[in-house]
């Protein structure tokens, strides 16, 4: 629903208010114990907590929430009679930390994450009424993608690609119910193949081939439902590809999915 409707709903709301003589009633509760017009809750420090307009027992237009020490936590706009809220997160510098839409207190459509430390865009995800769906993607701090992956109810299924901060390829796998499952890449930063192979289930199976930086072939093991046929070999070489692995750990951002709001905090 277009923010000009929420704006029109809210405008019209304080009309009807009006005509019901509730300007200058704060906190006030009808005969059924729902709220109406203006509230607003402090914390045991005097500072505001929340305050927005509610009409019957549901907040209408903006409805403002305020961390202890006074900045803003987060900006909502509810329309639709309370069920939709367009939603703006922030971090308790000021900062903005998230925007998306709540849809019945849970999340839909597409939110974005925006870094606490350098404000860029850090993740989206795409939500069906709280669960994932669709595209999620990480990203660098120059605006390149650093990691993608595709969701279907609530479950990674389908390509799953990492990349460079140049922009090559680093990882390209698949996932299926939530699991590694399919075919295995692991490129240089230069685009060549070290390690390829198969997952079944998340646990690597068949042959596994590694390359060197030449792209010569190095070395073959044979899992079979994770295990090594040719412990030797798989010692050295899962050696090196943890030393990679590692190499990269903090260079992808990895921000906090955590919900950083619930909705039902007024």
Request: with cysteine; hydrophobic share 30%; proline share 4%.
């Amino acid at each position: 629903m277009p923010l000009i409707f929420c704006y029109l709903f809210f405008s019209a709301f304080f009309l009807s208010l009006n005509s019901q003589e509730l300007p200058g009633r704060k906190n006030y509760t009808d005969d059924q114990g729902l709220r109406q017009g203006y509230w607003e809750r402090k914390y045991p420090n005097g500072n505001i907590q929340y305050h927005g307009t509610f009409k019957n027992g549901r907040p209408a237009g903006e409805l403002i929430r305020y961390f202890p020490g006074g900045s803003k936590m987060a900006v909502m706009v509810f329309c639709d009679e309370g069920r939709r809220a367009d939603t703006q997160l922030y971090y308790e510098d000021g900062n903005l930390a998230a925007r998306g839409i709540y849809v019945d207190e849970k999340k839909d459509s597409l939110w974005k994450y925006f870094s606490f430390y350098d404000n860029y865009l850090a993740s989206t995800e795409t939500y069906d009424m709280g669960r994932k769906e669709g595209l999620s993607a990480v990203y660098y701090p120059n605006g390149r993608v650093a990691e993608s992956f595709w969701y279907e109810n609530d479950l990674r299924n389908g390509p799953w690609r990492q990349y460079y901060e140049n922009g090559n390829l680093r990882i390209e796998a698949e996932f299926e119910n939530g699991q590694r499952h399919g075919s295995f890449v692991f490129y240089s930063s230069s685009g060549s193949i070290e390690m390829q192979g198969y997952y079944n289930r998340n646990r690597m199976h068949g042959e596994w081939t590694f390359y060197n930086e030449s792209g010569d072939q190095v070395s073959v093991i044979n899992y079979i439902e994770g295990i090594p046929e040719n412990e030797e070999e798989f010692f050295d070489q899962q050696q090196e590809m943890f030393r990679k692995i590692e190499q990269m750990r903090g260079k992808i951002p990895e921000p906090d999915e955590s919900e950083l709001f619930s909705p039902r905090n007024y």
